[in-house]
């Protein structure tokens, strides 16, 4: 089983090697106005038990949810794992550490 986080640099590894995973931004809508990753798709917390059907095609590859910090996130993955999203990873630190550590052209709040 992989590790339940994964760091900002390996993400963007993997992004770079234009691997195939999702990468699901659990945050509010009006967080990710501010400020998101690329090729990020956005389901609220919240919203996730009722909206789950839609991350059905991405069950059997990589998933890498973040949010602000990455307590959100971590919160989520816990339940993805129950669901059978096996691969699904936290990516530590959040959005505000992929400002600070890879992209500085994204904004912090």
């Known amino acids: 089983m992989l590790p339940t986080e994964?760091?900002?640099k390996k993400v963007k590894e993997l992004l770079d090697a234009q691997d195939d995973l999702?990468?699901?931004d659990c945050r509010r809508d009006d967080e990710y106005a501010i400020?998101?990753?690329?090729?990020?798709?956005?389901?609220?917390?919240?919203?996730?038990?009722t909206r789950?059907?839609?991350?059905?095609?991405?069950?059997?590859?990589?998933?890498?949810v973040y949010c602000h910090h990455g307590?959100?996130?971590?919160r989520v993955v816990n339940w993805l794992r129950?669901?059978?999203?096996?691969?699904?990873q936290s990516m530590?630190?959040?959005?505000?550490?992929w400002s600070e550590e890879i992209d500085p052209s994204v904004p912090t709040y």
């Open 6 to 8: 994964i760091s900002t």
């Open 22 to 24: 999702l990468l699901l």
């Open 35 to 49: 400020c998101q990753i690329d090729g990020s798709v956005l389901i609220p917390m919240d919203e996730l038990p």
């Open 52 to 64: 789950v059907g839609e991350l059905e095609a991405a069950r059997e590859k990589p998933l890498v």
């Open 71 to 74: 307590m959100r996130s971590l």
């Open 82 to 88: 129950q669901q059978g999203f096996e691969k699904s």
């Open 92 to 97: 530590s630190g959040g959005i505000h550490a």
